[in-house]
C-alpha cells in the first residue's frame, strides 16, 4: 500500500528578479565581466591606497630623480625624486571621488527634474525643455573653467559645476524614458487615486525609469572623469601636491623622451579606469535591453 | 517649410541669448567681481577703486549686460584686463589659427569616419569591425592629452618626423603653421573620427536591415551600388546631427590639444587668459565658442532639413 501523498510536487517557478536575470545576461559578456573586473581593482585600490603605497607619495628625493622602474621602485620616480608607484595608487582618489559625488547629484537633480517635467507635460515642459537644450548647447569645458577662474579650484566648487552640467544632460534622456511611462494605466490609475505628484514620481515612474537612470550614470560618470582629469591636466583640479593621474602626467610629460615610464603609469591607470567604465556601461546596457550604440554622446 | 527654418533661427537665437545671461549671470552671481578676481592679494585700496571705476561696476548690473550685450551686438568684445588691448585683436589671429586646425581635422577625420564606419558596419561582428570598433572606443575614452602625448612620444621622440611643440608666433602667416600643425591635426581627428564612426556604423546596421535595401537586393541591384547610393545617404542624416554635436564636444577638446601642442590658437590664449585671471577675455572667448556651437547645430539642423522631406511636411 501506498502512502497518500496530498501533494504532488508542484514545480515551484520562482520567476527571477530582473536584477538576477541581468546579472545572468551580464557574466555572458566577456568584455563587461573585464570591464567590471578592472573596474572593482580601481575601486579597491583607491580605497585601501593610503595603506598598500610602499612609500610617502609626497616625499622628495633630489638624488633619484626619473629613476627607471626597479624592484625598489616599481613604477620608477618622477621629476622630485618621488615614488611613482605610490602616486600612482593615490592619483585615483580625489578623481575618483569628486566624480562619484558630481554623478550622484547629476543622477539625482536630473533624474528627479526629468521625471517631473516628462510627468507635468503641457508649456512648463515644453519651456523649460527650450532651456534645458540651450544649456546642453554649451561647451561644457568653457563654463568650467569660466567658474574655476572666479572661485579658484576648490573640490565642493568642481562637484556642483559637473553635478549641475552632467544633470541637465540626463533630464533629457530620463524625460524621454518617463514620457513612455505617463499614459501608462498604472500612472493613470495613481493619478485618479489622488497620489501626489511626488509620489507618482517616486513610488510609480522611478522603477520604471531605474534601469535608464543607472545605464545614464555609469556613461556620466565616465565623461565626467574624463572632463576632471582634463581639468586637472590643465592645472585647474587637484591642488598639489596631492597626486592625481591628469596632473602627474603634466607634470611629467616634458620629459617624456628620457622618462616615458612617468607618463605612461599614470596614463594607463587613467585610461583603464575609464574604458573599464565603459565596458560596465555597455554590457549592462545590453544585458537590460537597451540599445546605447543609438544614444548621442 | 518657413516656418520650419524661422523656428531653428529663433531657437539659436535664443540660445545664443541663454549663453550670454550665463556668461555674465555666473560672473555675477559668484562671489567676488572682475576686479577682485584679476587682482587677487592686491584688491583694497585705491587700486581696487581705480580698476572697478574703469570697468563701470558702481553701475547695477543690469545697466552693464545691456551695454556688454550691445557691445558683443556691434562685434566690439571689450579689452582685456592683463593686456589692456581690444579683445578682437588678440582673437582675431588665434581665431584663424584653431579655423585652420578644425577645419584641417574635419577634413580628415570626416570622410575617413564615414569610410571606415561604413566597412565596419557591413562587416559586423567579424574581425574587421572588432579592429575598428574596438579602436574607436579606445580614442574616444582615452582623454585627448594622453593621446596627444603618445602621438607626440612616437612621432615627435621615436621617429623625429614631426615637432612636439609649436615654436610659431600667433599671427605668423598660415603656411608657417605647415609642420607644427599636423600632429595636433590628427589627434583632433582621430578623437572626432572615433565619434561619428560609431555613429555611421550603427545607422548603417539598421539601414542595411530595412525593407527598401531588402528590396533593391531581390532586385539584383549591384551590391555597392545599394551601399553607396541606397544606404548610405539614410544612414547619413541622423549622422549629421552627431557630426555637428561632435564639432561642438570637440571645441572643449580643441582647448586642450592646443595647450599640449601649445599651437596659438583661441584654446591656449583661453587658458593663459584663466591663470592671469582676466575674466572680460575668459568671458569673450567663452561666448566665441558658444557661438561657433550653435551655429554648427543650426547648419545642421538646416542641412537635415533640406535632405529629409519627412522632416519638412511634419507638423
Not at chain 1, 80 to 105: C, K, N, P
Not at chain 1, 224 to 237: E, K
Not at chain 2, 77 to 82: A, D, P, Q
Amino acid at each position: 500500500m501506498t502512502a497518500i501523498t496530498a501533494t504532488h510536487s508542484v514545480p515551484v517557478t520562482k520567476t527571477e528578479s530582473r536584477w538576477a536575470q541581468a546579472w545572468k545576461n551580464m557574466r555572458r559578456s566577456p568584455s563587461g565581466m573585464i570591464g567590471l573586473s578592472i573596474l572593482c581593482l580601481h575601486l579597491v585600490v583607491a580605497v585601501l591606497a593610503p595603506w598598500i603605497a610602499p612609500y610617502d607619495w609626497t616625499l622628495q628625493n633630489g638624488y633619484i630623480m626619473f629613476q627607471g622602474p626597479d624592484t625598489e621602485y616599481w613604477f620608477g620616480t618622477d621629476n622630485m625624486g618621488r615614488d611613482l608607484f605610490s602616486r600612482t595608487l593615490m592619483g585615483g582618489r580625489e578623481a575618483i571621488m569628486v566624480t562619484l559625488l558630481g554623478t550622484l547629484l547629476a543622477i539625482v537633480w536630473g533624474g528627479l527634474a526629468g521625471m517631473t517635467l516628462g510627468f507635468v507635460g503641457g508649456k512648463v515642459d515644453e519651456w523649460l525643455m527650450r532651456i534645458v537644450d540651450a544649456l546642453l548647447a554649451i561647451p561644457w569645458l568653457l563654463f568650467l573653467l569660466l567658474i574655476i577662474a572666479l572661485t579658484g579650484q576648490q573640490s565642493w566648487t568642481l562637484i556642483l559645476t559637473l553635478g549641475f552640467f552632467y544633470g541637465v544632460a540626463v533630464i533629457r534622456v530620463v524625460r524621454g524614458a518617463t514620457l513612455e511611462y505617463v499614459p501608462r494605466d498604472f500612472v493613470v490609475a495613481a493619478k485618479t487615486r489622488g497620489e501626489s505628484r511626488f509620489t507618482i514620481v517616486t513610488k510609480e515612474l522611478l522603477p520604471n525609469v531605474l534601469d535608464a537612470l543607472l545605464v545614464e550614470a555609469a556613461m556620466r560618470w565616465a565623461w565626467m572623469l574624463l572632463a576632471f582629469s582634463s581639468l586637472s591636466f590643465l592645472g585647474f583640479g587637484v591642488v598639489p601636491p596631492t597626486p592625481d593621474w591628469g596632473l602627474m602626467i603634466a607634470d611629467t610629460r616634458g620629459m617624456i623622451s628620457i622618462a616615458p615610464w612617468a607618463v605612461l603609469f599614470p596614463a594607463m591607470a587613467l585610461s583603464t579606469l575609464i574604458i573599464s567604465i565603459n565596458l560596465t556601461a555597455d554590457a549592462f546596457a545590453k544585458a537590460i535591453g537597451l540599445d546605447r550604440a543609438k544614444a548621442p554622446v | 517649410m518657413l516656418k520650419l527654418i524661422l523656428q531653428r533661427l529663433g531657437l539659436a537665437v535664443f540660445t545664443l541669448f541663454t549663453v550670454c545671461v550665463l556668461v555674465f549671470g555666473v560672473t555675477e552671481a559668484l562671489p567676488g567681481d572682475v576686479c577682485t578676481a584679476f587682482l587677487g592679494r592686491d584688491a583694497q585700496g585705491t587700486r581696487l577703486e581705480n580698476c572697478r571705476q574703469q570697468r563701470n561696476l558702481d553701475q547695477p548690473a543690469l545697466q552693464r549686460f545691456a551695454d556688454w550685450g550691445t557691445g558683443v551686438l556691434q562685434g566690439d568684445l571689450g579689452t582685456s584686463l592683463k593686456r589692456d588691448k581690444s579683445i578682437n585683436d588678440l582673437v582675431a589671429t588665434r581665431m584663424r589659427n584653431t579655423a585652420v586646425l578644425g577645419f584641417g581635422a574635419a577634413m580628415i577625420g570626416i570622410p575617413l569616419a564615414i569610410i571606415l564606419g561604413v566597412m565596419a558596419a557591413l562587416r559586423r561582428d567579424k574581425p574587421a569591425d572588432m579592429m575598428i570598433s574596438g579602436t574607436s572606443i579606445f580614442a574616444m575614452t582615452i582623454p585627448e592629452f594622453v593621446t596627444a602625448t603618445v602621438l607626440i612620444f612616437i612621432f615627435s621622440i621615436q621617429l623625429q618626423w614631426f615637432p612636439a611643440v609649436t615654436t610659431v608666433r600667433h599671427n605668423a602667416p598660415i603656411a608657417d603653421l605647415i609642420p607644427n600643425i599636423i600632429l595636433p591635426m590628427i589627434t583632433l581627428a582621430l578623437v572626432m573620427m572615433a565619434h561619428i564612426l560609431r555613429m555611421i556604423r550603427s545607422a548603417m546596421i539598421d539601414v542595411m536591415a530595412s525593407d527598401f535595401v531588402q528590396m533593391a537586393r531581390l532586385k539584383g541591384v549591384p551590391y555597392w551600388h545599394i551601399v553607396f547610393l541606397h544606404a548610405l545617404p539614410s544612414a547619413m542624416l541622423p549622422a549629421i546631427n552627431i557630426i555637428a554635436l561632435t564639432i561642438a564636444w570637440l571645441l572643449g577638446g580643441v582647448v586642450i590639444i592646443e595647450q599640449v601642442f601649445n599651437y596659438p590658437g583661441i584654446g591656449t590664449l583661453m587658458i593663459r587668459a584663466i591663470y592671469d585671471r582676466d575674466l572680460p577675455l575668459v568671458q569673450a572667448i567663452a561666448l566665441i565658442l558658444a557661438a561657433v556651437y550653435v551655429l554648427c547645430n543650426l547648419l545642421a539642423d538646416l542641412s537635415s532639413l533640406a535632405l529629409n522631406p519627412r522632416l519638412r511636411t511634419a507638423r
